[in-house]
C-alpha cells in the first residue's frame, strides 16, 4: 500500500461529459501529480502541484484542469470528454517538489468513455 | 528536453536467470533516474533511484541499476529471476530545476519461464 488514495477506482461516461478524479495523497506529502497511461501513448506527465500552487504542467490538454485543495488532496477535473480520453489516470505525491523526489504512486482511476 | 528509451518491450527469462533490462535516457541537466515496476491492475511502485553519489543503486527485491554518465545508460539486473519478478518495468528520468515531472519510457514487460 503505497498510502496514495485514488477515487472512484472505475469510471464510466459518455462522450461530452465531464468526471473529477480525486486524489488524497500520502501523509506528510505535499506534491501531487497527476499521470496518463495509455496503450498509444504510454505514461504522460499531466500536471503536479506543490502546497497549492502549480509547479510543473506537461502536456495537459485545456479541456483538462486541476488543482490541490488546503488539506492537500487533489483533484483533475476532465470536460467534453472525447473517446481519445479513455486511459488510466495515476496520481502520486511526494513530499518534496524537485525531480529528485521519489514519487509514490496510487492504484489509479480507469476512465472508460462509451 | 529529456527522453527515455527502453529496448525491449518483451523479455523473457527462465527462472534462475538474469534479468536485464535496458534503458538509455537522454537529459540536457544532470539528470535523476528512476526504475518502477506495475504489477497487474496496480499503480507503480519504486524499485530504485539515482540522484547523487554512489552510481550502482541497489533497490527492493534483489534489483540493482548501474548509472553510466559515458553511456547515459540506467541498465537494470537481477541476478537471478523469480516467478513473481513478472511484471511491466518503467524507467524514467528527471532533472534538476524542471519541477519533479518524471518523463517515462515505454516500459518493458518482463516473463519468468518455469
Known amino acids: 500500500d503505497s498510502g496514495v488514495t485514488q477515487t472512484p477506482k472505475h469510471l464510466i461516461t459518455a462522450t461530452g461529459q465531464r468526471v473529477t478524479l480525486r486524489c488524497s495523497p500520502r501523509?506528510?506529502?505535499?506534491?501531487v501529480y497527476w499521470y496518463q497511461q495509455s496503450l498509444d501513448q504510454g505514461l504522460q506527465f499531466l500536471i503536479q502541484y506543490y502546497n497549492g500552487e502549480e509547479r510543473a504542467k506537461g502536456n495537459i490538454l485545456e479541456r483538462f484542469s486541476a488543482q490541490q485543495f488546503p488539506d492537500l488532496h487533489s483533484e483533475l477535473n476532465l470536460s467534453s470528454l472525447e473517446l481519445g480520453d479513455s486511459a488510466l489516470y495515476f496520481c502520486?505525491?511526494?513530499?518534496?517538489?524537485?525531480?529528485?523526489?521519489?514519487?509514490?504512486f496510487g492504484d489509479g482511476t480507469r476512465l472508460s468513455i462509451l | 528536453a529529456q527522453s527515455v528509451t527502453q529496448l525491449g518491450s518483451h523479455v523473457s527469462v527462465s527462472e534462475g536467470a538474469l534479468v536485464l533490462l535496458r534503458c538509455n535516457y537522454s537529459s540536457s541537466v544532470p539528470p535523476y533516474l528512476f526504475w518502477y515496476v506495475q504489477y497487474p491492475n496496480q499503480g507503480l511502485q519504486l524499485l530504485l533511484k539515482?540522484?547523487?553519489?554512489?552510481?550502482l543503486v541497489k533497490g527492493i527485491n534483489g534489483f540493482e541499476a548501474e548509472f553510466k554518465k559515458s553511456e547515459t545508460s540506467f541498465h537494470l539486473t537481477k541476478p537471478s529471476a523469480h516467478m513473481s519478478d513478472a511484471a511491466e518495468y518503467f524507467c524514467?528520468?528527471?532533472?534538476?530545476?524542471?519541477?519533479?515531472?518524471?518523463?517515462f519510457g515505454q516500459g518493458t514487460e518482463l516473463s519468468v519461464k518455469p
Open positions: 524514467a528520468v528527471s532533472g534538476y530545476n524542471q519541477g519533479g515531472k518524471l518523463i
Open positions: 501523509s506528510g506529502d505535499l506534491s
Open positions: 539515482y540522484t547523487t553519489g554512489a552510481t
Open positions: 502520486a505525491s511526494s513530499t518534496g517538489q524537485g525531480g529528485n523526489q521519489p514519487q509514490h
